[in-house]
């Protein structure tokens, strides 16, 4: 079956960085959307960042210029590199995997979903 595994979470001081990982495994997504979602106590779901199964990379306004998605086909793994972290970035970051090609912000559109990792920024 398909699993998506998440890492790298923790705990980081205003204007660290963290990198998440999200292993992919039960079936190749290589040529498939990919993405991260985050969830605050209290909110809902957000958009966080995605790339398509061509490249193209779509990111939440809040994040831009301080995060970077990014993926390994060869391992089936993506990536979120986060830089100036701030508190309140503070969620559980989930990935998650679409059976199409085209990126989206919606969470509803993807199929296949992460545990999620605790990502805690202190001020």
């Known amino acids: 079956q398909v699993q998506l595994v998440e890492s790298g979470g923790g705990l980081v001081q205003t204007g660290g960085s963290l990198r998440l990982s999200c292993a992919a495994s039960?079936?190749?997504?290589?040529?498939?959307?990919m993405g991260w979602f985050r969830q605050a106590p209290g909110k809902e779901r957000e958009f966080v960042a995605a790339?398509?199964?061509?490249?193209?990379?779509d990111y939440a306004d809040s994040v831009k210029g301080r995060f970077t998605i990014s993926r390994d086909n060869a391992k089936n793994t993506v990536y979120l590199q986060m830089n100036s972290l701030k508190p309140e970035d503070t969620a559980v970051y989930y990935c998650?995997?679409?059976?199409?090609?085209?990126?989206?912000?919606?969470?509803?559109?993807?199929?296949?979903w992460g545990q999620g990792t605790q990502v805690t920024v202190s001020s």
């Open positions: 998650a995997a679409r059976n199409a090609i085209a990126v989206f912000t919606t969470s509803g559109r993807y199929d296949y």
């Open positions: 039960g079936r190749t997504f290589s040529g498939n959307a």
């Open positions: 790339i398509s199964g061509t490249g193209r990379i």
